[in-house]
Structures are given as structure tokens and as C-alpha cells.
């Protein structure tokens, strides 16, 4: 198996974990898995091509975005259940502490460094949620006869 498979599969177990940590229904969790690992395999993509590490985070939540909003119609269930459990692979927790840690460190040029990149990348991933969250609910609606 490859590391961008092993990667991959990681996300997706970190992603139903994360869901069983926040007590999302257990008939959901495989879907939040799904969301993960396709928004982790979307950013590792990117990054093999060549896109920096904020251009790839936005491209990843894009994908897991429009896949929570699919999944939402399919389901029946709320956006959010798949959009925050798939987004926890992408959240730069490792930027978040490196940039408190130089900074208690005194390093302030790795600080100011770490931090903006947190920073870009945070609001990345912002920006794609609200761009794919603005569209209308109607282009989701096509995927539950229910719905329409």
C-alpha cells in the first residue's frame, strides 16, 4: 500500500473517530469518513502538483464542502454532521502549536512565519466553506427524489 493510501485510510479512521467523539448518529459515520478522506486525498493531490499548502487546504475543502452538501440531500441530515467531522484532517493544528511554540520561545521570525501561513490557511479553508455553503440548496436537492 502506498502513503498516499495509508494517508488516506488514516484520515478516513481519524475522520469517524472524530465523529464518534462528537456523538454524530453511528449510521453516518462511514458517510463522515468518506468526507475526510476525500478532502485529505483532495489536499495531497494538490500538493503533489505543486499547489501551496493554502491553495491545496482550499482546493480540499471545496471538494469535502460540496460532498457534505451531497451527502446532506442523500441522507437527509444536516451539512454541518459531514462538513465539521471531514474538516478535521485539514485544520492546521501543527501550524497552531508551532506558532505558539516559537513564540514562547522567543523566535520571532519562525512565530510571525508559522502564524501567517495558520493564518492563510485558516481562512482557505473559511473561504471555500462559505462559497460552497452560499449555493443553492435546489442543485443538492436533484440527488433526494424526496426533496424535489
Do not use: K
Request: some cysteine; charged content about 10%; overall charge positive.
Amino acid at each position: 500500500m502506498t502513503t498516499f493510501a495509508v494517508q488516506c485510510v488514516v484520515a478516513f479512521a481519524a475522520t469517524v473517530a472524530f465523529a464518534a467523539l462528537f456523538h454524530v448518529p453511528r449510521a453516518q459515520y462511514a458517510f463522515c469518513g468518506i468526507v475526510g478522506a476525500a478532502g485529505w486525498e483532495c489536499y495531497l493531490a494538490a500538493i503533489r502538483l505543486g499547489a501551496t499548502a493554502t491553495m491545496a487546504s482550499f482546493f480540499a475543502v471545496l471538494v469535502l464542502a460540496l460532498l457534505s452538501r451531497a451527502f446532506s440531500a442523500l441522507r437527509r441530515c444536516p451539512s454541518t454532521v459531514f462538513l465539521i467531522c471531514g474538516i478535521f484532517p485539514l485544520v492546521p493544528g501543527a501550524g497552531i502549536y508551532y506558532t505558539a511554540y516559537y513564540f514562547i520561545m522567543g523566535d520571532e521570525a519562525l512565530c510571525t512565519q508559522n502564524g501567517a501561513l495558520t493564518f492563510r490557511i485558516a481562512v482557505a479553508i473559511s473561504l471555500g466553506i462559505v462559497l460552497v455553503m452560499a449555493l443553492p440548496a435546489g442543485m443538492f436537492n436533484v440527488l433526494n427524489p424526496e426533496r424535489r
